[in-house]
């Protein structure tokens, strides 16, 4: 089955710098790359994804990018702010193909003032 | 806030009893997924639902189940339970047509004594 590793596990950046989390996934017929954040006590809050037909999509601050014949996407969070401060989660899924999200073990993100 | 609910927020039982939790979609998802997220790690898959069947599972055993209902909520079902069942339990919701985009309640705490 899918496999996807997440790396750092946790990252401590300054307010106002960018942060990159990268994961690599096993599966070639995954075609769908979510990113979750989660704040304590909270459920994960989707935050931007993209799938495999797209090699990079921007929000506002947050940036991911796909590279499938590598097998790893990133996110690119640029000038962080303190409220960015979660657990990142990365996932992958088949898509229409398969129904399942498979996740990557999660990165925690410190914004220091 | 994504508009998916989850019941009862924290949960205690004892080894060997049995538990339901419950989840309501969010307005207009007719699927939906429940995953287990145990401390410092990512959500796993449990099973799917889709017009009230299962539609796929994973490495979990016959003594977690579950229920659609015809308003699309669902239920988790985990009986004989045993210590490492202890996490939070999250539900996510999506439309059929996009499964793989899930959307994740607030979960139910679950500590198993």
């Known amino acids: 089955g899918e496999n996807v590793e997440q790396h750092p596990s946790t990252l401590s950046v300054q307010e106002g710098d960018s942060a990159v989390i990268k994961c690599t996934y096993s599966d070639s017929a995954s075609n769908y790359f979510p990113w979750y954040k989660q704040e304590l006590g909270k459920g994960p809050q989707l935050i931007i994804d993209i799938r495999s037909n797209v090699g990079e999509k921007k929000d506002q601050r947050i940036a991911v990018t796909l590279n499938k014949t590598a097998k790893h996407f990133s996110l690119h969070i640029t000038e962080t702010q303190p409220e960015d401060s979660a657990v990142y989660f990365c996932?992958?899924?088949?898509?229409?193909?398969?129904?399942?999200?498979?996740f990557g073990g999660g990165t925690r993100v410190l914004v220091k003032p | 806030e994504t508009g998916v609910t989850q019941s009862p927020t924290h949960l205690i039982k004892t080894r060997g009893q049995q538990v339901t939790l419950r989840c309501s979609s969010q307005s207009g998802h007719n699927t939906v997924s429940w995953y287990q997220q145990a401390l410092g790690q990512g959500p796993q898959f449990i099973f799917q639902?889709?017009?009230?069947?299962?539609?796929g599972r994973g490495n979990f055993p016959p003594r977690f189940s579950g229920l659609q209902f015809p308003n699309y909520s669902s239920e988790l079902n985990v009986n004989a339970l045993e210590l490492d069942d202890s996490a939070l339990y999250l539900c996510?919701?999506?439309?059929?047509?996009?499964?793989?985009?899930?959307?994740f309640g607030p979960g139910t705490r679950l500590l198993v004594l």
């Open positions: 996932a992958a899924s088949k898509g229409a193909a398969g129904n399942k999200l498979t």
């Open positions: 996510a919701s999506s439309l059929v047509e996009v499964q793989e985009t899930q959307y």
């Open positions: 639902y889709y017009r009230e069947e299962e539609n």
